[in-house]
């Protein structure tokens, strides 16, 4: 049993309420992709549910069978933000074999190892070169493959597919589905359609304005 | 933990990192006061450790804002901060590495800044390990000053702002240890035992206030 649930979550940036009371569970397999035009709370969310912003109402809560009742859900999460969290002047090799000691397994999975997570973005051969070298597609390729180098049940992803060709947006879906395939949960704001099937959809209108979750 | 200091050191070595920065920095500040003060030999023998010690003061606070902005603007911060070490460990580890970067050649350079100083053996020797023992200090103090100010775009002279006020009793006991291994009826193990002190204070209270600071400076 693996479970993430939002209850009842609210969010503020300065004076104005960004969404509120927004509920769902996630099962093993599950995913739900946020929509909705730019500024509507999407990042805001996700950056709620990772643990990066504090709620204004509501919480995060993950269960599973290996998990502490206080644990933060956090600790479960992968966060692929707009920022690639890599360092320019390092290799990307270096960057992935720090992400995967220092992030370590989540219990329940093993991280592939860094020359297999490259492989599976499509980039097996560059890894010795400074992240800095390569360009804007080619980084968000290997931000993700961090992803992949430590097991985490769950994935936030904001915007995955920002800076993408079409081959690699291919590739990204999927990673995503074997993710899902494997027991994953996965949570991600898009503008281009993802292709999962039975994803979930949120509509996101922003400014605490009427909220739709479709099936 | 081991792989986060690893990193911090190759960052700080690697172009664009501080530690080269501060000890030319700290050179620059040290070498230029003889030709201030003129060669008056004595009284740059007897203003020498003060000189010393404020030249490294200086530099250790040039590099404080990097400490947690440039794990910021890549996005780094945010994957630290979900990761419960706990935070506070993950804090501490940082300022070792920073230390380890920026701290420690500071250290390493002060006796050649002594010897342009025209300080005695003894002195250069209470000087380096004055500072080996209170330059700790200074970085568990400006981590706090780096993470409250992380948000900001331009924190730099902020941070040394903030900092400056905690960091001057450690300028003060660092100095008066120096001079009383020199000076014949001061003691010397006093001033020394009461920086001790302060790093050790501080080693504990700073990871602390900058672990509660990151979590707060959510955005």
Redesign the interface.
């Known amino acids: 049993m693996m479970r993430l649930t939002a209850e009842n979550l609210s969010a503020r940036r300065g004076e104005d309420l960004i969404f509120k009371d927004i509920s769902f569970v996630l099962d093993r397999g599950e995913s739900l992709v946020l929509t909705g035009r730019n500024g509507s709370g999407k990042s805001t969310l996700l950056?709620t549910v990772?643990?990066?912003?504090?709620p204004e109402s509501g919480r995060v809560v993950w269960q599973s069978e290996s998990a502490d009742p206080g644990m933060?859900a956090?600790?479960a999460?992968h966060?692929l933000?707009?920022?690639?969290?890599?360092?320019?002047?390092?290799t990307v090799s270096?960057n992935l074999?720090?992400?995967k000691?220092?992030?370590g397994d989540f219990s329940g999975g093993h991280g592939m190892s860094v020359g297999e997570a490259a492989e599976s973005v499509g980039l097996g051969g560059i890894v010795h070169l400074p992240f800095g070298y390569l360009s804007a597609g080619q980084q968000r390729r290997m931000a993700f493959a961090k992803l992949l180098v430590a097991w985490r049940p769950v994935w936030i992803l904001d915007e995955p597919t920002a800076a993408l060709d079409v081959s690699a947006e291919e590739v990204f879906t999927g990673l995503i589905k074997e993710h899902l395939a494997a027991g994953g949960i996965a949570l991600a704001a898009t503008h281009q359609p993802l292709g999962l099937e039975n994803a979930r959809e949120l509509r996101m209108t922003g400014f605490a304005g009427v909220m739709e979750e479709m099936w | 933990?081991?792989?986060?200091l690893?990193?911090d050191l190759?960052?700080s070595v690697?172009?664009?990192?501080g530690a080269l920065i501060g000890v030319l920095f700290f050179m620059t500040v040290v070498a230029v006061i003889p030709f201030g003060v003129g060669p008056d030999l004595n009284l740059l023998s007897r203003i020498g450790p003060a000189i010393v010690w404020i030249g490294a003061l200086l530099s250790a606070l040039l590099g404080l804002d990097r400490m947690f902005q440039t794990d910021r603007?890549?996005?780094?911060l945010?994957?630290?901060?979900?990761?419960?070490h706990p935070l506070v460990l993950t804090v501490l580890v940082k300022c070792l590495a920073h230390w380890l970067g920026n701290g420690l050649p500071l250290v390493i350079a002060s006796p050649l800044l002594g010897l342009f100083m025209n300080m005695s053996e003894v002195a250069i020797g209470a000087t380096m390990l004055t500072l080996l023992v209170g330059t700790p200090a200074l970085t568990f103090i400006g981590a706090v000053g780096a993470a409250v100010a992380v948000v900001l775009p331009r924190g730099g002279l902020l941070v040394s702002i903030l900092v400056l006020p905690l960091a001057i009793p450690v300028l003060i006991f660092g100095v008066s240890a120096s001079y009383a291994a020199v000076e014949d009826p001061a003691p010397f193990m006093p001033p020394f035992l009461i920086l001790v002190a302060i790093t050790m204070f501080f080693a504990v209270i700073g990871p602390i206030g900058a672990a509660l600071a990151l979590r707060n400076s959510?955005?």
Do not use: P, T, V
């Open positions: 950056r990772a643990g990066l912003l504090r933060r956090a600790e999460c966060y933000g707009h920022r690639n969290a890599m360092k320019a002047e390092m270096e074999s720090f992400w000691e220092f992030l | 933990m081991i792989a986060l690893l990193r190759k960052l690697r172009a664009g990192g603007e890549d996005g780094s945010d994957l630290l901060l979900m990761q419960e959510a955005d």
